[in-house]
């Protein structure tokens, strides 16, 4: 699985209010402001602080003077907490084989993703990579109007957690730090960067790096993510809170894991259920007898790759 991250823009943010009275929660919740010019019905608007745990995004379903009526209102609000109308809500990703290939708009959990206006890092998407896409666009969308930004216009991303054994959103989800705004992505990519050396270390002894599977072809598999997610969340937890937190769990947890497979009680499978490529062996004993000895000796006993 890669996650993709599609920061929010600051050219969709249009005209901006500001609450004047505290508001509950609730369906077709009355917003009073100061002024309610350049605001309409169907526009969508974020309520409280882009970036905070507290904003919500909503639909605007009636407008006054001085008010606006929203759909609905998850969370309660207080005076003087701003409004900022956005001309889309959504975000639609699309992926390709190649940077200049042709875009397909991924589908299942990938898009439209109503914009995460609560999340000061921009909208995630999750996309399972069984078409094999290693280049990825985002366009926004409005749901209202069916407008849409041209695809054209959008940078081409070979996403840096596609070649990587976790994103940098799973170790902050493992570590619950998804909505703490002082955790920037840099110091998470420290402990990330921590987590794969620790892995290649106990891996190089007995798989290939970069991994690769019986085609050929580069990939990370399933097992190899969770221990990368759980080292690294574990040292940032140990780091914080010490013996007291989850980390040493964590990290005793992957450690368990990757000394399982570095010891070949453990395999690695990748997506079509073959093995991952082993190591050159060219110096290494690999059965009883050796086999470059075997040319005119007795029959091969067991090979090292055998479980008894």
């Known amino acids: 699985m890669k996650i993709l991250l599609a920061p929010t823009e600051d050219f969709i943010k249009l005209q901006k209010a500001q609450l004047t009275l505290d508001v509950a929660a609730g369906s077709s919740v009355v917003l009073t402001v100061i002024n ?3 605001f309409k019905v169907n526009d969508f608007i974020v309520v409280g602080y882009e970036g905070s745990e507290l904003a919500e995004l909503c639909k605007i379903t009636a407008v006054g003077a001085t008010s606006m009526t929203v759909q609905t209102l998850v969370l309660g609000h207080k005076a003087d907490e701003p409004i900022t109308k956005y001309r ?3 975000r639609k990703f699309y992926g390709a084989t190649s940077s200049t290939g042709s875009y397909t708009e991924l589908t299942g959990s990938g898009s439209p993703i109503t914009i995460q206006v609560g999340d000061p890092q921009g909208t995630y998407c999750e ?3 069984i078409e094999g896409y290693t280049y990825f666009k985002s366009t926004y ?3 209202q109007s069916s407008e849409e930004t041209a695809i054209g216009d959008a940078f081409a991303v070979q996403a840096d957690e596609s070649t990587r054994y976790t994103s940098l959103y799973s170790i902050k989800k493992q570590a619950g730090l998804t909505r703490n705004p002082f955790i920037n992505d840099g110091l998470v990519e420290t402990y990330r960067k921590r987590a794969e050396n620790e892995i290649n270390s106990y891996l190089m002894t007995r798989y290939t790096l970069p991994l690769t599977n019986s085609t050929g072809g580069l990939e990370v598999p ?3 993510e969770n221990c990368a997610t759980l080292l ?3 040292y940032m937890d140990y780091q914080e809170f010490g013996k007291d937190g989850e980390g040493i769990k964590w990290l005793g947890e992957a450690r368990s894991i990757i000394n399982a497979i570095k010891n070949g009680t453990q395999r690695l ?3 079509d ?3 991952m490529a082993f190591v050159s062996s060219s110096n290494q004993v690999q059965s009883y007898p050796d086999t470059t000895d075997n040319t005119n000796g007795p029959d091969r006993k067991f090979t090292m790759r055998q479980r008894f």
Do not use: K, M, R, T
Request: aromatic share 16%; net charge negative; no cysteine.
């Open 273 to 275: 259920y073959q093995e």
């Open 88 to 90: 889309f809500n959504q």
């Open 141 to 143: 969308f409005n749901s």
């Open 222 to 224: 399933a097992i190899v």
């Open 36 to 38: 309610a010019d350049g």
């Open 269 to 271: 499978i990748g997506l």
């Open 232 to 234: 690294a969340a574990g």
């Open 127 to 129: 996309y399972i990579g």
